[in-house]
C-alpha cells in the first residue's frame, strides 16, 4: 500500500498519480488534502509519516510546490528516509543506496511526464542491500 499526501500545490499532481496507480494496479492511501484550499504541507506529511511507521503503508509519496517544505517535514521523523527527487536517477538512487521510504515531489519543478516516470521508477527499483549502504542507512539512523 503507497500513502500519499499534498498540500494545495500539490494537489493537481496528486490526481495524476492516482491515475497512474490504477492504471498499474497499485493500491494507495489518500491522505489529503482534498482541495486546492490553502493549507500546511507539515499536516500532510504526518500523516503519511504515521502510515508508513505504523505498517499500514510500505512506501510513501508527497507532494507540494517545489517537494522541499514536505520532504524536510517527513525527514523530521526516526525512520524516515524522504528524498526530493527531479529525475528518474535520483528515484533509482535513493531506493538503490537509501533505501528511501517516500518519495517527494514538486509539482512547479516537475511536469507530470516527468513526475510520474520518477513514481514509476521509485516503486520499482529495490534497495540493494548492499553492506556499504546499509552502514550509511545505520550511521543515518543514529543522528
Do not use: W
Not at 491515475?19 to 497499485?26: G, I, T
Not at 516516470?117 to 540493494?128: E, M
Amino acid at each position: 500500500m503507497i500513502a500519499i499526501g499534498c498540500d494545495h500545490g500539490g494537489y493537481d499532481l496528486k490526481q495524476e498519480i492516482f491515475r497512474f496507480l490504477e492504471k498499474n494496479e497499485l493500491d494507495y492511501k489518500d491522505f489529503g488534502t482534498y482541495t486546492k484550499e490553502s493549507c500546511d504541507y507539515p499536516d500532510y506529511a504526518k500523516a503519511v509519516v504515521k502510515s508508513i511507521l505504523a505498517s499500514e503503508c510500505d512506501r510513501g509519496i508527497l507532494v507540494c510546490g517545489t517537494g522541499i517544505g514536505i520532504s524536510i517535514a517527513a525527514n523530521r521523523y526516526a525512520g524516515i528516509r524522504c528524498a526530493n527527487c527531479t529525475d528518474t536517477f535520483m528515484a533509482e538512487a535513493t531506493r538503490e543506496h537509501n533505501d528511501a521510504n517516500i518519495l517527494a515531489l514538486g509539482a512547479r519543478v516537475v511536469g507530470i511526464g516527468t513526475a510520474l516516470k520518477i513514481v514509476d521508477a521509485f516503486l520499482n527499483t529495490s534497495f540493494s542491500g548492499d553492506e556499504r549502504h546499509l552502514k550509511r542507512i545505520e550511521k543515518i539512523e543514529l543522528l
